[in-house]
Each structure stands twice: as structure tokens, then as C-alpha cells.
């Protein structure tokens, strides 16, 4: 059985994300604090994590980028904040989805079907070992999910290094930054934009020698990304 482990504060909340989550076949855990939702990810195996973002202790984004240190399974962040630099930080310290409460406990249960989801095909056994794209330095190990430049290997959430491989395997084909979140977080793209262009610009910082002149991502400004070779 897949566990989920939700870490949040308001006890109502967690509560009902815990049944509609255990009605659709979840193992739930269930941590109030920020200090102990850290030393629960950190120390059992999840997953996924539902991470709010406003919590007494450690907030969610240090909770978050220190997950991200060691462990590469899909994080959901939740909070009641709109502001879009929340939600960019949030993703650019590695959660691959960002939700604003409040929100219905189905939709969060369809979130975490897709990103489950997509997470095991991606890292299940079926994949063909040493199956590997280079490009001018660049080395992207799907097997092992690893990436390096020129050598050097570079530190990938799951979401950057799936966006990286998808549009490293359709070279020259300009994607819509709406295509790029249908096909990588498996939902639609309304409102969520800003997903798409926190992930491309971490994915620049890594892989190119200068993000401003990239040689591998190309912005074609007004339709969305082309992966050049």
C-alpha cells in the first residue's frame, strides 16, 4: 500500500485529506509540526507528502529543500497564500505541485493519484537499462535518472529531470508552456503557468554555461521551448 504523509497544522484539515485519501486505498501519517513532519519524511519511507507551507517550527519551504537534499519523491505544497512568489519559491525549492487553499479533498486526491502516478512509471522496472541521451556534454541516464555536464553531475528534482528528458527526447519541436504541464504534471495547465517557467529556468541554472545564451533550452518567445540539437 503507498503511504502519503501530511504534514499540516490545522487538525479539521489534515483530518479530511486523511479520509478521502484512506477512502481511496492511502496509508496516511499524519504530523501537526513542522520539526516533526521533517523527522518523519526524513526517517520512513513515503510516497508522496502533502507539505503545507505555514506551520509552527520549521516553515514548509525549509521543510521542503531539505527533503529535496535526499530524497526525490513528489512533494504537494498547500497554502492558504496566493501571492505567485510563494508559489514560485515553492517550486523552485523542488515541489513538483503548488495547490491554494481552500480546495476540495477530491481534487487534492486526483493530484496525488497523478503525480504517483506518473512518478512510478518513470522510476518503474520496466525501463530498458543504460538507456541514456547525450548531447554536446550533456548526459541524461533515464535508468538511473542521474544528469551530468561535461562530467559533472548535477542535482535534479524529479520534475526538472522529467521536463528535461521529455523535451531532450522531441528535439527541435516547440512546445506550449500549457503542452509541457499536460504532459509532465498530467493535469490541466490553467493557472499554472508559472510551474512550467520556474522549472525551465532551474533546469538552465544546471545544465548551461550561460542561462542567458542557452545552448540546449531556446525560448521562442510567444509560443513556449524548443530543445535544439
Not at 517557467?197 to 542567458?212: C, F, G, L, N, Q
Request: aromatic residues 8%; glycine residues 6%; contains cysteine.
Amino acid at each position: 500500500m503507498s503511504r502519503i504523509l501530511i504534514i499540516e497544522d490545522e487538525e479539521a484539515i489534515a483530518d479530511l485529506e486523511k479520509d478521502y485519501l484512506e477512502l481511496s486505498g492511502f496509508e496516511v501519517i499524519i504530523k501537526n509540526t513542522g520539526d516533526e513532519g521533517l523527522k518523519t519524511a526524513l526517517e520512513e519511507n513515503f510516497n508522496l507528502i502533502v507539505l503545507d507551507l505555514m506551520l509552527p517550527g520549521i516553515d514548509g519551504f525549509e521543510i521542503c529543500k531539505k527533503i529535496r537534499e535526499v530524497k526525490n519523491i513528489p512533494i504537494i505544497m498547500v497554502s492558504a497564500k496566493k501571492d505567485d512568489i510563494d508559489k514560485i519559491r515553492g517550486l523552485g525549492l523542488g515541489a513538483d505541485d503548488y495547490m491554494t487553499k481552500p480546495f476540495s479533498p477530491s481534487e487534492l486526491v486526483a493530484r496525488v493519484k497523478a503525480h504517483m502516478a506518473r512518478y512510478e512509471r518513470l522510476v518503474g522496472s520496466g525501463q530498458k537499462q543504460n538507456d541514456i541521451i547525450e548531447i554536446r556534454g550533456l548526459r541524461i541516464d533515464k535508468t538511473a535518472r542521474r544528469v551530468t555536464v561535461d562530467g559533472v553531475e548535477k542535482a535534479f528534482t524529479g520534475k526538472e529531470f522529467d521536463l528535461l528528458t521529455f523535451l531532450a527526447e522531441h528535439p527541435n519541436h516547440v512546445y506550449t508552456k500549457e503542452e509541457l504541464f499536460r504532459e509532465i504534471w498530467d493535469m490541466d495547465s490553467i493557472g499554472d503557468i508559472a510551474t512550467v517557467t520556474v522549472h525551465i529556468k532551474k533546469i538552465r541554472e544546471k545544465i548551461e554555461y550561460d542561462s542567458a545564451k542557452p545552448q540546449y533550452i531556446e525560448t521562442i518567445w510567444g509560443v513556449g521551448y524548443r530543445f535544439k540539437v
